[in-house]
């Protein structure tokens, strides 16, 4: 079965100056999933962002979103996708009625004013349409902007950090309007700091470090790269020795040590190893436990060891 690729880049490079932004950015995003753009400050996502949306033209390399050529047919391009970027651009002085008619005017939407009640009904915001957006509140705002994104019905949004600084409740908001875009068949590109957001969104990952993707895949491939984090709190801290031979042998990486917690820490790939036989195994070399657990590793975990390895 062949796999239809919404955006495709290969070899994408940018400079500013001195500054080396991309370093031959290779991306495949499936049609009609999430891709969760992930990396530290400076890393090169929002230049990536930039490129992809013909805001800014690389140096070299090569890509097609919406199936057309970035560069050849960069008119193509724009009228396929939808951009929200990390700040709102509505207009403050409209109502959010009045933003999503001007939005859906400007691209020539037949329909236009049906198409903005849809919206405003979606997103929950049609009790707001007649109020100056200035009015609203951060996550209503950040829904509008989605909004008018979305007047052309893209085939490909790209969203980049559209969540920052946004209470949970707003931020769930958004989160389910990500899936019902999926859903309907529209393939998102989500730059964000939130690993749980990714986590909870993403069906793909792609860490940008230093101007390259330097891993991809699931994020469940993404955990199964540093394992379970495995650690018992003990009763007594002249066991604490005894603790970790029992994790080095169960394990087989070397433990670390919290003596103020009387706490043995830890990391095992061995998807085998339940907590049950932990504390049995503990038990069977006399050390008497307060506490042990088994945790699956989160995005954070995965990303602060990754970018560790490359910076080391």
């Given at each position: 079965m062949t796999t239809t690729y919404a955006v495709l880049s290969e070899g994408l490079e940018k400079r500013f100056g001195e500054v080396h932004a991309l370093r031959g950015l290779d991306l495949a995003v499936t049609q009609g999933t999430v891709c969760g753009i992930l990396g530290p400050n400076g890393a090169g996502k929002t230049t990536a962002v930039r490129l992809l949306t013909t805001l800014l033209r690389p140096d070299a390399g090569s890509a097609r979103v919406a199936g057309h050529d970035l560069l050849r047919e960069a008119a193509?391009?724009?009228?396929?996708?939808?951009?929200?970027?990390?700040?709102?651009?509505?207009?403050?002085?409209?109502?959010?009625?009045?933003?999503?008619?001007?939005?859906?005017?400007?691209?020539?939407?037949?329909?236009?004013?049906?198409?903005?009640?849809?919206?405003?009904?979606?997103?929950?915001?049609?009790?707001?349409?007649?109020?100056?957006?200035?009015?609203?509140s951060g996550g209503m705002r950040r829904r509008l902007d989605l909004a008018a994104s979305l007047v052309r019905r893209p085939e490909v949004l790209f969203l980049d950090e559209p969540t920052t600084g946004l209470d949970p409740a707003s931020r769930n908001r958004i989160w389910d309007a990500v899936r019902e875009l999926t859903a309907d068949g529209t393939t998102v590109l989500l730059t964000t700091q939130y690993l749980e957001e990714a986590d909870r969104l993403a069906d793909d990952i792609a860490?940008?470090?230093?101007?390259?993707?330097?891993?991809?895949?699931?994020?469940?491939?993404?955990?199964?790269?540093?394992?379970?984090?495995?650690?018992?709190?003990?009763?007594?801290?002249?066991?604490?020795?005894?603790?970790?031979?029992?994790l080095d042998q169960l394990t087989g990486t070397e433990p670390s040590f919290d003596h103020e917690r009387r706490a043995v820490g830890a990391v095992t790939r061995d998807a085998t190893l339940t907590l049950p036989r932990l504390v049995r195994e503990l038990d069977a070399a006399g050390v008497s436990l307060l506490d042990a657990s088994l945790r699956p590793p989160t995005l954070d975990d995965v990303f602060l060891r990754l970018t560790e390895e490359r910076a080391a």
């Open positions: 193509a391009v724009r009228r396929r996708i939808g951009v929200t970027g990390q700040y709102a651009s509505v207009d403050g002085d409209l109502t959010g009625r009045e933003n999503l008619r001007l939005f859906a005017r400007l691209h020539r939407v037949r329909g236009w004013a049906e198409r903005a009640d849809e919206l405003l009904d979606r997103f929950g915001l049609a009790e707001a349409a007649d109020r100056p957006a200035a009015t609203y860490l940008v470090d230093r101007g390259r993707v330097a891993h991809t895949g699931s994020p469940a491939r993404f955990k199964a790269l540093i394992g379970a984090h495995v650690e018992v709190v003990v009763t007594d801290a002249d066991v604490m020795v005894k603790a970790a031979a029992v």
